[in-house]
């Protein structure tokens, strides 16, 4: 949140242990594949959101929601430990909606590519509405010496 060094480097340390806890000690049936993508921490170090994601569909994400929040007060005092940090930060654990917008933009960019074809196609055949050259050019010297 803040751009200050000890809560960035505070913020990678809670984001190993997090992961480590996650992959190692917590043995919640509910957990599923959780990745954290990323942890930021608030400059006075009260406060830690944690952002994951959940390969699987709604319901899995759900069980895994459920999973962390119970789990966040043991996640919690393994920091405190591990950091030696006078204030143990809370942790807020957050969904992280980075697959489902890369989804929603790589929809967009093929439905983009998509009508640039189309476009394209289109113009390979055209044929200008009026002249070829439909830009006035001065007279010439030439013309109006005959005229005369």
């Known amino acids: 949140m803040v751009d200050n060094p000890r809560a960035r480097r505070l913020a990678e340390r809670v984001q190993q242990i997090v992961a480590q806890m996650l992959d190692t000690?917590?043995?919640?049936?509910?957990?599923?594949?959780?990745?954290?993508?990323?942890?930021?921490?608030?400059?006075?170090?009260?406060?830690?959101?944690?952002?994951?994601t959940v390969l699987g569909d709604q319901s899995e994400r759900e069980a895994s929601a459920v999973a962390l929040t119970s789990a966040t007060g043991i996640i919690r005092s393994e920091v405190g430990r591990q950091t030696g940090v006078r204030l143990t930060p809370t942790l807020a654990f957050h969904l992280d909606a980075v697959p489902e917008t890369a989804a929603h933009l790589q929809a967009a960019l093929d439905e983009a590519a998509r009508r640039d074809a189309e476009v394209a196609a289109l113009a390979r055949g055209a044929q200008p509405a009026g002249e070829?050259?439909?830009?006035?050019?001065?007279?010439?010297?030439?013309?109006?010496d005959e005229q005369e």
């Open 132 to 144: 070829a050259d439909p830009y006035r050019r001065p007279v010439e010297d030439d013309e109006d």
């Open 25 to 52: 000690k917590i043995k919640d049936p509910r957990l599923g594949f959780v990745t954290i993508t990323d942890v930021r921490v608030t400059g006075d170090l009260q406060h830690a959101d944690i952002y994951y």
